[in-house]
């Protein structure tokens, strides 16, 4: 069952977790919640975007360089949907899952992954949903991939002895007007990959498709070090 995302008391609020229902990741984003590290990060991006003046067009893929950090992220709006990936530098995943006692085991086993924080929100007036089972990445040798879900990520890290969930974005979700969530992605390449990311989600009862292509993982160290 697709879980309700978080609920955005007016438009550019941030999202309120309303008690009576569900939200993804519970917690998860909440200031002191397991995800904070998730969420400061997100925030920290989502504000610098905010601050520059910012027109996306319907289906146009913006690229962004924070001038900050050096690092990049992509966002995408169409048929209701925003849609943003921003790069995570490997160093500052590690450091998140590291600060929560994770094994070296189970920490070893992300390095093999770049991360993306990414951030969704429903900006028309009727509800939307995702499936991330349905999405492809696609590397520079045609071959197409599956995302690893979070489902799969718990039950691997519950089959190493550890009960971890947080600060991964939902396999799926239901979001009504004005819901937004945010969280990791994961694909299964080193940094510096180039690759095109292939999304679905369901709108006024039809499938909608987008692409963002040449799509960048972090590189290994902070851009300029």
């Known amino acids: 069952m697709a879980s309700k995302a978080c609920h955005s008391t007016s438009p550019g609020s941030r999202g309120r977790k309303p008690s009576h229902i569900p939200v993804a990741g519970d917690n998860a984003f ?3 919640g397991e995800g904070g590290y998730v969420r400061k990060l ?3 991006t989502a504000w610098f975007l905010l601050c520059v003046p910012l027109l996306v067009n319907s289906g146009e893929v913006v690229r962004k360089k924070n001038p900050d950090t050096g690092l990049l992220s992509w966002k995408m709006k169409e048929s209701g949907l925003s849609i943003e990936f921003i790069q995570v530098l490997p160093d500052y995943v590690a450091a998140v899952y590291g600060s ?3 094994p070296p085991a189970v920490l070893e086993s992300m390095a093999g992954y770049c991360v993306f924080g990414t951030i969704l929100k429903n900006e028309s007036a009727q509800e939307l949903t995702y499936r991330m089972a349905d999405w492809r990445y696609v590397t520079r040798d045609g071959s197409e991939h599956r995302i690893k879900t979070k489902t799969e990520w718990v039950a691997e890290w519950k089959g190493r002895g550890v009960s971890y969930r947080w600060s991964l974005l939902p396999d799926d979700q239901v979001f009504e007007p004005g819901d937004w969530s945010q969280g990791f992605i994961t694909f299964r390449l080193p940094p510096d990959s180039v690759f095109d990311l ?3 989600w369901r709108y006024q009862g039809e499938e909608h498709t987008g692409t963002i292509r040449d799509m960048r ?3 290994a160290r902070p851009p300029g070090e």
């Open 30 to 32: 909440s200031a002191s």
């Open 42 to 44: 997100l925030n920290r």
């Open 100 to 102: 929560r006692d994770i």
């Open 198 to 200: 292939k999304f679905s």
């Open 217 to 219: 993982c972090a590189p």
